[in-house]
């Protein structure tokens, strides 16, 4: 039993494992993925997409409501009540004492014939309203697609940072066993070696910091998408990228074509009309109400009587023959003249009037804000054409430089301090080039958005 029991834990240790790499070589398979399918993940669970769309599906709602306001409003009614005592027979006209049983049933019907033309200005109101969520919808659109791109992109530029530093370590360490070598041989001095090493060992922490960078932007753009805490993607870099070096057309003319098909400024300005429509409905609030009526009813009650002639006794009418006997219909036309409600009506207005002049104010405000960011990102697109411009045509000369160093170097021609400029050199050229790459990438992207 005791030579037994390590055999079979060892077996079962072993299945163990096996189990546990297969299951970690699945829980750590990376997903393949590119721009569109992070903006097609996040179209469909963005939250505040989706509440941009339930606002336009509401405000549509609501339009639909207001229009169908047009028609008549029509109501019924049925009732039976049972008196014991003294009561006024209202169908028979006299007191009655004892039991009585009465109903009176009846339809209404009433047609708004005016009141101020309210209903026009809330119908007008609430098309605009509904615009301006549809371009909102939009806008979160715009917005939701600016956010994840840069995610994405910062996503992509933290890679390829860790990819340069992984190059930087490989390098130093193939570096670090060289010089070991030639200190052994009485060549280099055990320094050279302790600052190649002390080097590495910063690479390596700048390798973490990178890499932390790189989780965060992955953990940044998972939460954009809100796909859930799986962050672990295989970004693949774009291949429909524009052509860099594409001259861009005049600022004035891509501003008028930005405001031209701006949602957020379409939005605000159907914003600022429905503003303006709801001060036209409080307006119309001290106006009077002309309404036609329509009333169909009968009533009932036990109290009247019929005589029976084969009996000789009086027997109570039944429910639906008295209904039939009693019914009326009026037609009524009312007239409504509001006098004084305690100031209401002058303290909704001048509310009104405040919100009208706020939106007014937004739309100015949205307007600023559309210049800035256009302005921004056209001068940022023309920054990182410029740098990359400049970053190609250094990134030639410090390889070269960096080369050169390095045989340098390893001949003990130069020092360990300018070794290591002629790398960082190559290193910052190379993270610059990546940079400037992705910054004209994304602000060109935001300026198409923009342009519709």
């Known amino acids: 039993m ?49 509440q941009a769309s339930y606002n336009a599906s509401k405000s549509t709602i609501n339009l639909r409501s207001t229009q169908f306001a047009y028609l008549p409003t029509i109501g019924a009614r049925a009732d039976v009540s049972r008196v014991n005592g003294l009561t006024f027979d209202n169908v028979q006209g006299q007191v ?26 809330e119908l007008k109101r609430a098309r605009k309203e509904a615009e301006a969520n549809t ?30 530093a992984r190059e930087r370590i490989s390098l130093l360490e193939s570096q670090v066993n060289q010089i070991a070598k030639l200190e052994k041989a009485g060549v280099r001095t055990e320094g050279d070696v302790y600052q190649l090493k002390s080097q590495l060992a910063t690479e390596k922490l700048n390798l973490i910091t990178h890499e932390n960078s790189y989780r965060q932007s992955l953990m940044l753009l998972s939460q954009a998408m809100n796909s859930g805490a799986d962050t672990n993607y295989d970004l693949q870099t774009p291949t429909a990228m524009v052509d860099i ?37 409080v307006r119309s609030s001290l106006s009077p109400t002309l309404s036609l009526n329509g009333i169909i009813g009968s009533n009932f009650s036990s ?68 210049r800035q960011t256009i302005q921004q990102a056209y001068q940022d697109v023309l920054a990182a054409q410029e740098k990359y411009n400049t970053v190609v045509a250094n990134l030639e000369y410090s390889q070269k430089a960096f080369e050169a160093a390095k045989r340098k170097y390893e001949l003990g021609l130069v020092d360990f301090f300018s070794y290591m400029e002629s790398l960082n050199n190559k290193s910052r050229v190379e993270a610059e080039l990546l940079q400037s790459k992705c910054e004209f990438y994304f602000k060109y992207r935001i300026l198409t958005l923009y342009q519709g």
């Open 245 to 281: 070096n594409e001259s861009l057309p005049a600022f004035e003319e891509v501003l008028n074509k930005v405001v031209a098909g701006s949602p957020l400024l379409k939005a605000s300005e159907a914003t600022l009309a429905a503003s303006k429509q709801n001060l036209n409905v």
């Open 96 to 121: 009655k004492r004892g039991n009585t049983t009465s109903s009176n049933p009846y339809i209404s019907a009433q047609l708004v014939l005016f009141e101020g033309f309210s209903k026009f200005f």
């Open 303 to 370: 109290n009247i009587m019929q005589p029976d002639s084969e009996n000789k006794i009086f027997t109570q009418i039944p429910y639906f023959e008295q209904l039939d006997q009693n019914q009326q219909k009026i037609v009524q036309l009312s007239l409504s003249i509001p006098v004084f409600n305690g100031f209401r009506n002058h303290f909704l207005s001048q509310n009104a009037k405040l919100d009208l002049r706020n939106a007014e104010l937004d739309y100015i405000a949205a307007e600023n804000t559309l």
């Open 135 to 164: 371009y909102l919808l939009e806008q979160a659109q715009i917005d939701m697609e600016a956010t994840v791109t840069g995610h994405f992109l910062q996503a992509i530029l933290d890679r390829e940072n860790a990819r340069i």
């Open 2 to 50: 005791k030579i037994c029991t390590p055999i079979i834990l060892l077996k079962k240790l072993g299945g163990l494992s096996l189990c546990l790499y297969f299951s970690a070589t699945c829980a750590y398979a990376q997903q393949a993925l590119t721009l569109e399918q992070s903006l097609d993940l996040a179209r469909q669970h963005n939250v505040n997409l989706r």
